[in-house]
């Protein structure tokens, strides 16, 4: 099983320009997340999705959409970059939302110039 | 609201000694707690949980942590500290209902460097 895989593993944007980043599990999982990581911050979730069908916002989700695809992907959209988006971003899945761990995809590491 | 404060951004120790990487919370109904732990480049790992039960809890890699519901902590320990286990360790809390059920929020991190 290849667990969480993300991509890109890298990208440079210019301001303004937009991208998706894409996020896909192979371990059945129910639920499906994404964070961005900056420097003396810790994990702040942006988007999660509890299931298939549905999604909903998390700490800090200005600037970004999602889309819960199927059960198994779940990207992140970049509309309109801007250099507070630089950062590294992780997604995460778990069997459920309450009692479960994550388990964490390797990152984006996300450049806005 | 809920909260992690991991109070020391970084935990110096030689290996073979104790460690400790302190946690406490603040959550508005039962904590689910958890500590993860990222090495260099790479994403989270998870190490161990407490959701109800023993206040000890094992995990991975020889770690324990204790929850202390009076003192709302639950710090991240090993008896004999590796050099491999230097890292970047994250306690995170969910809280278990209310209108952000869904949501982990993780402390900024420990650097914790064991050194020969």
């Known amino acids: 099983n290849a667990g969480v895989t993300q991509t890109p593993k890298f990208q440079v944007l210019k301001t303004g320009q937009s991208m998706t980043l894409q996020c896909a599990q192979d371990?059945?999982?129910?639920?499906m997340y994404w964070y961005r990581q900056d420097p003396g911050m810790g994990l702040r979730l942006i988007y999660y999705s509890a299931s298939e069908g549905t999604t909903d916002k998390g700490e800090v989700p200005n600037g970004y959409n999602v889309s819960r695809l199927n059960k198994r992907e779940f990207s992140l959209r970049l509309e309109s970059a801007a250099p507070s988006q630089t950062s590294v971003y992780f997604c995460?899945?778990?069997?459920?939302?309450?009692?479960?761990?994550?388990?964490f995809g390797p990152g984006t590491r996300l450049t806005v110039t | 609201a809920q909260s992690v404060a991991q109070p020391e951004d970084q935990v110096n120790v030689a290996e073979g000694n104790p460690l400790t990487v302190k946690c406490t919370y603040s959550v508005s109904g039962n904590p689910y707690l958890f500590w993860y732990v990222q090495y260099p480049n790479r994403g989270l790992q998870f190490l161990l949980k407490?959701?109800?039960?023993?206040?000890l809890v094992k995990g991975s890699y020889g770690f324990e942590a204790e929850f202390n519901k009076s003192q709302t902590s639950f710090h991240l320990k090993k008896p004999s500290a590796l050099v491999s286990d230097s890292a970047l360790y994250f306690c995170a809390v969910r809280d278990g209902r209310g209108s952000t059920l869904g949501r982990l929020y993780f402390g900024r991190g420990t650097q914790l460097t064991v050194w020969p």
């Open positions: 995460a899945s778990s069997p459920g939302l309450v009692s479960y761990e994550q388990y």
């Open positions: 407490y959701i109800t039960g023993d206040n």
């Open positions: 371990m059945n999982h129910n639920s």
